[in-house]
């Protein structure tokens, strides 16, 4: 998929300026006249819609009313809600991906997949620091905290609960002994438990996260 729809680039597919419009005055729907950065708008107004609405309450036809632009061309460039909060938030991970790499395989090696998916990924510094950065915030602001809650529980945690057929309590529960160890490794940095292995760490917390998972 292109990076930006062609009649996104400044000029109409008939030569005119993107700035000219048609005789009639109207604009074509999902776009704005002369755009350098249709995506970056987007974004823009999804933080800001985000911030002030939490999760659970922004839309993708509110995002794209903030923006400006046709709610098909918010779409084009982000296939969900969750992903464009991922892409607005500047995450590492989008859960429309992670949840299908987590669940595939036997369910007795969840724990061990959801384990190193999460040490792994947190421990390249440049996947690490917005998650960090949105903890901190979040620990202070009652708006923040409120999103990342809402993200975290509707977007991630239920949804692998739902496909385990297992009460939301227990997801969040793993969720939080690997974010604990996250924070304990790269924030609070106590060692032995920050210059320790993934394998490590993944043969010591597996089997409790598993455990978490398995109950009714």
Known sequence: MSERPADDAGERPEGRPAEERPASGRRRPGRRPGAADTRGQILAAARETFSEKGFD???????ARQAGVDPALVHHYFASKEGMFVAAMELPVNPDEVIPTIMNGPREEIGERLTRFVLTMTSEAE????????????????????MVREFLTHALANRVAAELGIPPIRMEAAFAQLFGVVLMRYVVKLEPLASAGIEELVELLAPTVQRYLDGP
């Open 57 to 63: 309450k922004a839309t993708i036809r509110g995002i």
């Open 127 to 146: 996947a690490r620091q917005p998650v960090l950065a949105l903890v901190r915030t979040a620990m202070t602001n009652d708006q923040v905290v409120s």
